[in-house]
């Protein structure tokens, strides 16, 4: 066996007198014809790659030489598996080259070949759909779909409100999912798309959910949307406290820069806020201050519910708006189900933020300013 293999040898493209004839021709043919489609990530060229006759070809070439490479390890070629194909070929033909897509492989011909749409045409020429010439039938053709489900939408909207009975806006929270990206789009439609056509698509989508009645085609929007998975280590949220007078709380510590927080927020509150002592509107006195360090209560639909007590030092009014914003978002999950929790992550607001002012270099005048060049 070694010395069979050591005889082989590729030469110019091509495989060696050695290797000619015989089942390991057929097995290094399969791998070599596999290695080029693969780097160019296309079928070969020519019309072959639109049947289904070619594929079939390959694919009874590809159990041929999964049946010789069985027998050449001494293997059953029926319980012969894939994981044992890649050992066979790693044994067969060891490869120095770091690259793993440059090693020679062998793969079933549907996962090397990419796939293809069906025959467009009927015997006559003549294609089957209306929007063939458009040369994106699949893509025009779900925009004509959604814009019809939005028309629809909004007939409804109408005949409710010449009965009397105006629509329910409700607020819609894609929070824990997201849109199709570009590339998932492509492998849905079996089309290439450019970066204004998926904006498009995506703009239509979120007409479509912002209407009050969207709620109808629920179902067609989550086609084109994915769950965002959840994050898998699971953090500790302590339990909710009570004081003397039976009033629950929670405490949660926050930073950014060298600025250090404290919050304890309490439930059943009206929604004062004070910051070491001092009323917010006095210790904050800019309004983004102020909305940053809210927003967390804002997310979440809690402003005007809870009283907060905050303790923060050092660090200039910026850090310390935003580290009381990690505190109070801390102090929060307490209050809040663990789906809730969940958004807050995917949001950002449990997220330490690290960013700090870069120093300066020497021999420069800032961080990234240069000194001004002078001739003379």
């Not at 789009?185 to 479509?208: A, H, T, V």
């Not at 910051?275 to 909305?291: A, C, M, S, T, W």
Request: glycine share 8%; proline share 5%; hydrophobic share 35%.
């Amino acid at each position: 066996m070694a010395a069979t293999a050591g005889r082989v040898l590729r030469l110019g493209g091509r495989w060696s007198a050695a290797a000619r004839g015989g089942p390991l021709a057929q097995v290094l043919r399969l791998i070599y014809t596999t290695k080029a489609v693969q780097r160019k990530n296309v079928g070969p060229s020519g019309p072959e790659k639109y049947t289904e006759e070619f594929i079939k070809k390959q694919i009874e070439e590809f159990n041929l030489g999964k049946r010789h490479l069985a027998n050449m390890m001494g293997e059953d070629p029926e319980t012969f598996t894939q994981e044992d194909i890649d050992r066979a070929i790693a044994y067969l033909f060891p490869s120095g080259l770091f690259d793993k897509r440059a090693r020679p492989m062998m793969k079933h011909p549907t996962e090397i070949f990419p796939e293809q749409r069906k025959i467009q045409w009927g015997e006559d020429g003549r294609p089957f759909h209306f929007l063939f010439y458009t040369g994106k039938q699949a893509y025009y053709s779900l925009m004509h779909d959604t814009y019809e489900k939005l028309l629809n939408v909004q007939k409804y909207e109408d005949e409710l409100t010449a009965k009397d009975f105006p629509p329910q806006k409700e607020k819609k929270n894609l929070a824990g999912s997201r849109w199709l990206t570009k590339i998932e789009l492509e492998e849905m439609l079996l089309e290439k798309l450019s970066d204004n056509d998926y904006s498009r698509f995506i703009q239509l989508l979120q007409k479509l959910m912002t209407l009050p009645c969207g709620d109808i085609e629920e179902k067609y929007i989550q086609k084109f949307t994915r769950e965002v998975p959840m994050q898998l280590q699971k953090v500790v949220i302590e339990p909710l406290k009570y004081d003397e007078r039976g009033v629950a709380f929670s405490t949660g510590e926050g930073a950014r820069k060298t600025a250090r927080a404290t919050a304890v927020v309490y439930d059943n509150g009206s929604g004062k806020v004070t910051v070491n002592g001092i009323d917010i509107l006095h210790y904050f006195p800019v309004l983004q201050d102020r909305e940053q360090l809210l927003f967390p209560f804002q997310f979440l639909d809690r402003v005007g519910k809870h009283d907060m007590v905050c303790t923060v030092s050092g660090g200039g009014r910026s850090a310390q708006a935003g580290a009381i914003r990690l505190a109070s978002a801390k102090a929060l999950r307490s209050f809040v189900t663990e789906r809730e929790v969940e958004f807050m992550r995917q949001a950002g607001l449990l997220t330490y933020d690290p960013r700090v002012k870069e120093r300066k270099k020497p021999g420069q005048e800032g961080a990234r300013r240069k000194f001004t060049w002078k001739k003379r």
